[in-house]
């Protein structure tokens, strides 16, 4: 994805636009709002899944007929 040296630009650009005394307190948020992301993400994939799993279930089957041919007689 990224090489060193891109890295190492970054890091640079990062420390001098935020210095050393903010920059810890801004990755750390930017961390979080990373496992935030990666959370919702799970949850959505997670919701997908199970609604797919739903839709696929097929429906119980029917009681069988009565294969005996006979009519049932009539009630008084």
């Known amino acids: 994805m990224f090489s060193i040296p891109d890295i190492l630009v ?5 420390l001098l636009l935020f210095g050393p005394d903010r920059l810890p307190k801004v990755m750390r948020q930017a961390g979080r709002f990373m496992r935030d992301v990666q959370q ?7 919701e997908m899944e199970r609604a797919a799993e739903v839709q696929e279930t097929p429906p119980p089957p029917l009681e069988p007929p009565d ?3 006979e009519k049932p007689a009539p009630t008084p």
């Open 67 to 69: 294969d005996t041919g």
């Open 10 to 14: 970054v890091s640079i650009l990062a």
């Open 40 to 46: 919702t993400s799970n949850s959505f994939i997670a």
